[in-house]
C-alpha cells in the first residue's frame, strides 16, 4: 500500500550514504511503485490508518521535478499577499504583488471622451464666460444617463432660478428633464455658512456616504479654499480631495478659473489659476478654451492625463460650439483643428494686454502722463486707449 511504502522511504533516511539507493534506482523503483496507483485504493488507505504524521516523499519525488509556471491570471489567490503589510497610513508590497493585485482591479471606464476616468481626481479650467459650467453639467447628465452612475453635482455658481432659466426653452417654456441619478447641491443660506471651508468637504463626504453616489463635481474649486496661491493651503486642500478620492472610491471633478492670459499662445499647465501644486496632484486636466476668431466656437484640450495618452493636443484640439438643442443648453463637437488656428495674431493681443495694463493703472489712480511714462507709449495713445474703455462701458 501506498502509506507501508511511504514508511520503507522514510526509512531509507536513516541509511548511511553508502547503502543510499543510487538517483536512477530510485526512480526506477519509483515509477515501479507508482504505475498501479489508484484514487480509490489511496483514499481507502487514507481512511484505513490516521498516522500519516512524520512521512514525506519531498525529498525523494519532488526535488528533481520542475517547477510548475503559474499563469498571470491564475497568480497568487491571496492577492492581499501574505507580503502586503501597513505602517500608519502606508501600504508596502512586493513589486510583483503589485501587479498582481492590479491585475485584479477592472479597467477604469472613460467618464468623458478619455478626458477624464473612473477613479480619478480631475479638473477642468477655463476662463469666465466661457462655458465650463455648461460643459460640466453636460458632462454630469452624459454620466447618469449613459453610464448609469449616481453623480452629485455641487454647483456654487448659479441659484436656483438661474438654473431653471438656463435648462427651459425659450419658446415653449419646456424644461430639459434630468436623470434622478443627477442630485444638485448649493448652499443653503437661510442655514448660514460654515466658519471654515474645510466643512464643505466635511459634508460632501458625508452626502456621499449617505446617498452611496460615485461621482462628485464640483463647481468650483475656490469655494472650497479662496487661499490657493499659497502652495500649503492647495496642499492640504488637494490632500483633503485625495483623501475623499480614495477612502470612498469616488471620481472627483473640480472646476477652476484660468487668470488673464496671451491669446496669441496656446493653454498650458502655467494657465491654471493657484499654486503650481494644484496641477501636481490631478490625474487627469482638461480645459476649454473660446475662439478669437468666432466668438461662438469654444475647444477642447487635455492639459495632463496620467491613465491614458493624450489625444486632445495643440495640433488637435476638439473643437465646438455651445448650442441649446432640446432645453439642453451644451457643447456640441463639431471636429479636431489646430489650436493655432484659433488664436489671436500676436500683434492683437499685444495691444488687448496694453488695453487692459492702461486701463488698471488708471483705476489705480495714475494720470494719463504717469501712464505713459511707465508703459513706454505716448500721452495721447493713453488718451485714446480710456477714451475708448469708457465708450464701451456706456455702450453696454
Avoid at 520503507?8 to 541509511?15: I, R
Avoid at 501600504?91 to 467618464?111: D, E, T, V, Y
Avoid at 464640483?218 to 488637494?238: C, F, K, T, W, Y
Avoid at 495714475?366 to 505716448?378: F, H, P, T, Y
Amino acid at each position: 500500500m501506498f502509506v507501508n511504502a511511504m514508511r520503507e522511504l522514510d526509512a531509507l533516511k536513516t541509511l548511511g550514504a553508502s547503502n543510499r539507493p543510487s538517483s536512477a534506482e530510485l526512480t526506477e523503483q519509483s515509477e515501479s511503485d507508482f504505475e498501479t496507483f489508484d484514487i480509490d485504493d489511496f483514499s481507502a488507505d487514507c481512511e484505513s490508518d490516521n498516522d500519516m504524521s512524520g512521512y514525506s516523499i519531498a525529498p525523494y519525488c519532488c526535488d528533481s521535478l520542475p517547477p510548475t509556471p503559474v499563469a498571470n491570471d491564475e497568480a497568487s489567490s491571496t492577492d492581499k499577499s501574505t507580503d502586503a503589510k501597513t505602517i500608519g497610513y502606508m501600504l508596502f508590497r512586493k513589486a510583483n504583488n503589485a501587479i498582481r493585485a492590479g491585475r485584479l482591479k477592472s479597467m477604469p471606464k472613460a467618464l468623458y471622451d478619455g478626458f477624464w476616468n473612473e477613479g480619478e481626481l480631475a479638473c477642468l479650467f477655463a476662463d469666465s464666460n466661457v462655458g465650463k459650467s455648461i460643459l460640466s453639467v453636460q458632462i454630469a447628465d452624459h454620466i447618469t444617463r449613459r453610464l448609469g452612475k449616481k453623480v452629485h453635482y455641487y454647483d456654487f455658481e448659479l441659484s436656483e432660478k438661474q438654473f431653471q432659466m438656463r435648462y427651459t426653452d425659450e419658446q415653449t417654456d419646456l424644461s430639459y428633464t434630468f436623470s434622478d441619478l443627477l442630485t444638485i447641491a448649493r448652499f443653503d443660506h437661510s442655514a448660514g455658512l460654515a466658519d471654515e471651508n474645510g466643512d464643505v468637504i466635511d459634508i460632501i463626504e458625508r452626502a456621499a456616504k449617505e446617498d452611496e453616489c460615485d461621482v462628485i463635481i464640483i463647481d468650483n474649486i475656490s469655494v472650497l479654499n479662496n487661499q490657493l496661491e499659497s502652495g500649503e493651503a492647495a496642499g492640504r486642500l488637494m490632500a483633503r480631495l485625495m483623501e475623499l478620492k480614495h477612502s470612498m472610491n469616488l471620481s472627483v471633478l473640480v472646476i477652476a478659473h484660468t487668470p488673464k492670459r496671451d491669446l496669441s499662445q496656446p493653454i498650458t499647465q502655467n494657465d491654471l489659476a493657484g499654486s503650481k501644486r494644484l496641477f501636481n496632484f490631478f490625474d487627469s486636466v482638461f480645459a476649454m478654451g473660446k475662439s478669437a476668431t468666432d466668438s461662438d466656437i469654444r475647444y477642447l484640450k487635455q492639459i495632463k492625463a496620467r491613465n491614458g495618452r493624450i489625444i486632445y493636443d495643440t495640433p488637435s484640439v476638439l473643437m465646438g460650439e455651445i448650442v441649446k438643442e432640446e432645453a439642453m443648453l451644451k457643447f456640441v463637437e463639431r471636429t479636431t483643428v489646430n489650436e493655432y488656428s484659433l488664436l489671436k495674431s500676436a500683434d492683437e493681443s499685444s495691444q488687448s494686454i496694453k488695453l487692459q495694463r492702461i486701463i488698471s493703472l488708471s483705476e489705480q489712480g495714475m494720470s494719463c502722463r504717469e501712464i505713459a511714462e511707465q508703459l513706454g507709449i505716448s500721452k495721447s495713445t493713453v488718451s485714446r486707449a480710456l477714451s475708448k474703455a469708457k465708450a464701451e462701458r456706456e455702450n453696454v
